[in-house]
């Protein structure tokens, strides 16, 4: 009966959020990848090890029409698996890397080492990001080295006065920016030629900020 049903569509989403096991494994036996164009995985407390399980079941090279791809808490022994294979996803234009929780693999690791590991991680999606028109990532400390031609929408939950000014210079067609900025100097200038803007949104220093623009 399921079967039925996926097969009366071309396409659909998948959102793995605070899903039960059961109905995962339920869900996991009917998919059909090529079909899918949206898919959320999650492995935060509602769901943990769901991120596994997927990738037991399926190589993420499979959802070949997949157009937006979120990943919740999924820890760094998936990341090979899933993320080093986004470059073959041609359609893929929005990617959500989201830690909704402190991690628990990171509370035996020294700061150096979770470092590391961040860099292993950003190197592994580098290469698609320039494919991307929605982009949501825990922080951006590497993210100047990036073009961006054609994101439209970025949501970057810290960042830094140069990440915005290099992201200014290399984001033409951007509209929307959502991002909390760190200054440890009062008068640190934080205007660049965002002018493409037509939403704005800062939190600096725990003060908010709001701008958006009707045409």
Same mark, same amino acid.
């Given at each position: 009966?399921?079967?039925?049903?996926?097969?009366?569509?071309?396409?659909?989403?998948?959102?793995?959020?605070?899903?039960?096991?059961?109905?995962?494994?339920?869900?996991?036996?009917?998919?059909?990848?090529?079909?899918?164009?949206?898919? +959320?995985?999650?492995?935060?407390?509602? +769901?943990?090890? *769901?991120?596994?399980?997927?990738?037991?079941?399926?190589?993420?090279?499979?959802?070949?029409? *997949?157009?937006?791809?979120?990943?919740?808490?999924?820890? %760094?022994?998936? &990341?090979?698996?899933?993320?080093?294979?986004?470059?073959?996803?041609?359609?893929?234009? $929005?990617?959500?890397?989201?830690? *909704?929780?402190?991690?628990? &693999?990171?509370?035996?690791?020294?700061?150096?080492?979770?470092?590391?590991?961040?860099?292993?991680?950003?190197?592994?999606?580098?290469?698609?990001? $320039?494919?991307?028109?929605?982009?949501?990532?825990?922080?951006?400390?590497?993210?100047?080295?990036?073009?961006?031609?054609? /994101?439209?929408? *970025?949501?970057?939950?810290?960042?830094?006065?140069?990440?915005?000014?290099?992201?200014?210079?290399?984001? %033409?067609?951007?509209?929307?920016?959502?991002?909390?900025?760190?200054?440890?100097?009062?008068?640190?200038?934080?205007?660049?030629?965002?002018?493409?803007?037509?939403?704005?949104? /800062?939190?600096?220093?725990?003060?908010?900020?709001?701008?958006?623009?009707?045409?």
């Amino acid at each position: 009966y399921i079967d039925a049903i996926l097969l009366t569509y071309t396409c659909y989403r998948i959102n793995f959020k605070s899903i039960s096991r059961t109905n995962f494994n339920l869900i996991c036996q009917h998919i059909i990848p090529n079909q899918v164009t949206t898919l +959320t995985l999650s492995n935060d407390e509602n +769901t943990p090890g *769901l991120g596994g399980l997927f990738s037991s079941r399926f190589q993420i090279q499979q959802f070949i029409h *997949l157009q937006s791809l979120t990943l919740i808490d999924i820890e %760094p022994a998936l &990341w090979e698996s899933i993320v080093t294979q986004l470059i073959r996803l041609k359609r893929l234009c $929005s990617f959500s890397y989201i830690n *909704l929780r402190e991690a628990f &693999w990171k509370s035996n690791l020294s700061g150096t080492a979770i470092t590391q590991i961040d860099i292993d991680l950003f190197n592994s999606y580098a290469p698609v990001l $320039s494919q991307l028109y929605r982009l949501r990532l825990c922080h951006g400390d590497f993210l100047e080295s990036v073009q961006f031609p054609n /994101l439209r929408h *970025l949501i970057l939950e810290r960042s830094s006065i140069n990440t915005i000014k290099h992201i200014s210079s290399v984001a %033409p067609q951007l509209k929307s920016l959502d991002t909390k900025i760190r200054c440890h100097n009062l008068s640190t200038k934080i205007i660049y030629p965002l002018l493409q803007l037509t939403r704005l949104i /800062l939190v600096i220093g725990g003060n908010n900020f709001r701008i958006i623009k009707y045409k």
